[in-house]
């Protein structure tokens, strides 16, 4: 038994006649007779009464016209949701973030445009630093990752720049250079704190941003002086208004501890910026994936 055969019974049953189910199934009426004499055959019992007047459903052929207009049904429920699946419509979307991405307007204002457009499909979040969530993208258990600095350069792994933004300087408004430069200017020299106690995310999670602030101290003429490393920019933060030190955060994490911190732009020999990269994997086969990083891009285009 296949689908069509069900389909036969279907048009016979609404048609009244097999020449007029012939009809509208674009075929000739013997081949149809054939095929319903088969198809009772091998259920072993008929599912029409025949008359002069044309065919009536027996018994047991009511019962299988109900059932095969749900299996018709389910049969169309299945295709139109695979076509779906397959143009990114539906299915799942596994997405991690690190604090400080997750911090700026960008990922918020993606995920609603995202999920506007798809609604059928369903997300899963993560969180974590650069390098655990490089790993999840690379070994496939997070389809996407936003991160600022990718940690590894592999052929693997797509990295799309969605955008940079300043580099600022993070210390307690406690702190002398912040009563002193909060009268005058809210940017800082770099070689202004050569003396000061660092707090930086540690090496593993953010090397780029990490390496990157290194190097311009360097031009700068100093090394900076590194008290503590933590896992995440939040962590800096807190340390910072405590009082524990100094740190370097995306602009977009303006605002945090707003009372107790004070924000400055950098002025360095070279230009100090926290990119905003989103993750995949270039052989992935799921088509949500697509679909994300083209709404991303243009997003940002606009």
């Known amino acids: 038994m296949e689908l069509r055969h069900l389909r036969y019974v279907i048009a016979i049953a609404e048609e009244g006649t097999v020449t007029r189910a012939a009809a509208r ?34 018994a047991a052929g009511a019962v299988f016209l109900d059932e095969a207009r749900g299996v018709l049904a389910q049969a169309q429920r299945a295709k139109d949701r695979a076509v779906q699946a397959a143009a990114g419509f539906d299915g799942t979307l596994a997405i991690g973030f690190t604090s400080s991405a997750a911090m700026g307007r960008i990922a918020p204002e993606m995920i609603a445009a995202y999920q506007a457009l798809y609604p059928r499909v369903r997300l899963t979040f993560s969180d974590g630093n650069a390098g655990t969530l490089t790993q999840a993208v690379l070994q ?35 702190h002398p250079l912040a009563r002193d430069a909060s009268r005058r200017q809210r940017s800082l020299n770099l070689r202004a704190l050569a003396d000061e106690p660092f707090i930086l995310v540690r090496r593993p999670g953010a090397p780029g941003m990490y390496a990157n602030f290194v190097a311009a101290c360097q031009a700068a003429g100093f090394v900076p002086r590194i008290a503590h490393e933590v896992e995440s920019m939040l962590t800096n933060l807190l340390l910072v208004a405590a009082g524990v ?15 107790l911190i004070t924000y400055f732009r950098l002025r360095s020999p070279t230009q100090l910026s926290a990119p905003m990269t989103l993750l995949s994997r270039h052989d992935t086969r799921n088509p949500t994936v697509g679909n994300f990083l083209a709404l991303a891009k243009k997003k940002l285009t606009r």
């Open 140 to 174: 496939s258990t997070l389809d996407l990752a936003l991160v600022r600095t990718p940690v590894l350069s592999v052929p693997e792994i797509c990295c799309d720049k969605l955008l940079h933004e300043p580099l600022l300087v993070a210390l307690s408004s406690s």
């Open 245 to 259: 030190g100094l740190t370097v955060v995306p602009a977009s994490m303006r605002g945090m501890h707003g009372e």
């Open 25 to 58: 199934l674009r075929m000739q009426q013997p081949p149809l007779s054939q095929q319903l004499r088969d198809l009772e055959r091998e259920l072993g019992f008929p599912l029409f009464d025949r008359s002069r007047k044309g065919v009536e459903p027996t």
